[in-house]
């Protein structure tokens, strides 16, 4: 190959913003003179390595966007530590089919059982998936659409929180709402009814949520919406961590956390 033929190769390819590809021809070039590729053979390989990057970079990105607290993945979920799990839905829900008709997921359980661990790693297989997910915990949510609302500026806010294809809800019910944030809470799910997916972490069961939210009737309209589509799990037993300190013996047996 000329100098200018392999000039006007990476121009090209640079144009076409093909960036693996500038990155690797030279090499890619002496392997398959080594192999002598058919010229499909050759083409497919190009293709193949530019699609992966593409893909890497896709998902490094959505994952920096989700702001996800910490690195959580299916695999490393003890599933056996928590028989109460319907693994077979988490799987399915691992797919992300359910974003394609916004459906919503509900996750309930005490504290310590692997709800926020499991919300990752679902948000992790959506992002892999390729659709865009937004990870908040309920008390920085209502923060923020607080101020935004104080600012003029409730309007963007929601339109930020509605954009994402799968919106994080973590640790919803830990603490009560004012009446306040909770008509701001309402105004989101509203917003994304129907048109984008939520997935919501609480250790509170639906029953208990007019106490969460200050208002029987509220609670009520947004339960509504959550549930009207959507997958729901509940995950029983002790907290995951007390287990592991009982383990080592920081704690006592399993009488002294009877109550």
Known sequence: MSAIVHARVLDNLVRLRLGHLVERLDTLLAEAARGEPTYLDFLDSLLRGEVDSKQRKRVAMGMTIAHFPSVKMLDEFDFKAQ????QRLVRELATGRFITQAENV??????GVGKTHLAIALGRAVVEAGHSVLFTSATALLAALSRA???????DKLGFYAKPKLLIVDELGYLPFEKRSAHLFFQL????YEKGSLLVTTNQLVGQWGQVFGDDVLAAAILDRLLHHSHALIIQGDSYRLRMKRKAGVLGG??????
Do not use: M, N, Y
């Open 83 to 86: 028989p109460s799990i319907d």
């Open 106 to 111: 509900l996750l309930f359980g005490p504290p």
């Open 149 to 155: 609302e104080l600012d003029g500026q409730l309007g």
């Open 189 to 192: 799910v509203a917003r994304r």
């Open 254 to 259: 399993a009488s002294t956390l009877q109550r």
